[in-house]
């Protein structure tokens, strides 16, 4: 029985890991449902690959590609972190953060998002592009969040 229970657990942390997404020190257990649902529904509709979305994890933010344009703003989307006019809903932006221990990033995003969402003349999905290249460009590499 205790074999069977840790294999099972080794072979769920073998699969999350092999996503890449599931990293529970990361996520707490809320958030790590969210995001596999957000991470899958946003790639089957915007059709990107992994190797983009792989990308932005490292820094990589390809003006003239736009299905990880979209991903990006579909992945904000579909996490429910935004309200009507696009703006981070900052009490659930914070429970995410803290329990991820990243609370001291939330300046950052809020920010981020401020900026991107004045862009004048900017589609929606150019806009949270433009945020996410902010998120990189100001949170400490470790903490950045991608999925
Ligand atoms: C947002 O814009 C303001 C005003 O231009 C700037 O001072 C601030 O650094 C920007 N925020 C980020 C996180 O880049």
Known sequence: MKFVTSTSILLI????SSFG???PKRFGKKF??????????????????????????V???????????????????????????????????????TEMDLLEDAGTYLSCNENATKLVGVPIHKQFWEMQ???YKNIPTENFIFF
Do not use: M
């Open 133 to 135: 290249k902010c998120l």
């Open 21 to 23: 997404l599931l990293d």
């Open 59 to 97: 820094g990589q933010f390809p003006d003239n590609e736009p299905s990880i344009q979209y991903y990006t703003f579909c992945l904000w989307g579909a996490s429910g972190e935004l309200d009507d006019n696009y703006k981070l809903i900052k009490d659930q932006l914070i429970e995410y953060l």
């Open 13 to 16: 942390l073998l699969i999350s």
């Open 32 to 57: 790590a449902a969210l995001v596999y649902r957000a991470h899958r529904l946003c790639k089957d509709s915007t059709g990107v690959t992994q190797q983009l979305i792989d990308g932005v994890k």
